[in-house]
């Protein structure tokens, strides 16, 4: 066999062999319930929250928390979406997050990818998060083409009107004001003029800096 002929067939062998990975590290399983944009209960009882991307939270009136802006339309979008229907899990290096959640990447029937549909739509923003992140270039991608759509959150986005730093480290920002931003070494420290500018970057809101 010449070279050209060894290195297709070494190619070949290497996408079979990720591809076999890819389905054993995934399961069908059946949603019973939509949490908000970005989490879902299985009949079976776990928890699974979508890997790569967040989106705004609804009302918890257990801890006295109200929706932030755009919360409930993220849990309908997320609903139409799954409820009631078999879904494909689709694992990455880290299986659990500390609530002892599943994390996971969320296929329909169809093969489209939930946690993609919802960044699709502007109902969520790309999150970092090593180690998972095999779909991230993906979801950056569709998180650019919303905003220049502006769809979802992005439509009549409004800015803070101050400064934003980042975190080169954990792809999070903060507001000036935040006495967070305080506490980011001066490697990792890199300003934004605005939000809209960290989000497009690939940064994401520290939860004390949520929009």
Same mark, same amino acid.
């Given at each position: 066999m010449k070279r050209s002929g060894w290195i297709a067939a070494g190619c070949f062998i290497l !996408?079979? !062999?990720?591809l076999a990975e890819i389905a054993a590290a995934s399961e069908w &399983?059946? &949603?019973? *319930? &939509? %949490? $908000? +944009? $970005?989490? #879902? !209960? !299985?009949?079976d009882g776990r928890r699974v929250r979508y890997i790569g991307i967040n989106a705004p939270e609804v009302a918890h009136a257990k801890y006295g928390q109200p929706a932030e802006p755009f919360g409930n339309k993220a849990f309908e979008a997320n609903k139409a979406l799954v409820y009631g229907k078999k879904v494909r899990l689709e694992f990455d290096r880290e299986a659990k997050d500390h609530y002892g959640r599943l994390l996971a990447y969320v296929f329909l029937g169809d093969g489209r990818c939930v946690n993609l549909?919802? #960044?699709? %739509? +502007? *109902? %969520?923003y790309a999150l970092y998060k090593k180690p998972n992140d095999r779909y991230d270039r993906t979801l950056m991608e569709a998180q650019r083409r919303a905003m220049k759509a502006g769809v979802g959150i992005w439509d009549q986005w409004r800015e803070p009107g101050e400064d934003i730093i980042g975190n080169r480290h954990s792809r999070r920002f903060h507001l000036k004001r935040c006495a967070e931003s305080g506490k980011i070494h001066p490697k990792n420290r890199i300003l934004f003029a605005s939000q809209w500018e960290a989000y497009w970057h690939g940064y994401a809101p520290s939860k004390k800096c949520s929009p």
């Open positions: !996408l079979w !062999l990720q &399983v059946r &949603v019973k *319930w &939509v %949490a $908000d +944009g $970005d989490t #879902i !209960l !299985l009949t549909e919802m #960044i699709n %739509a +502007g *109902w %969520a």
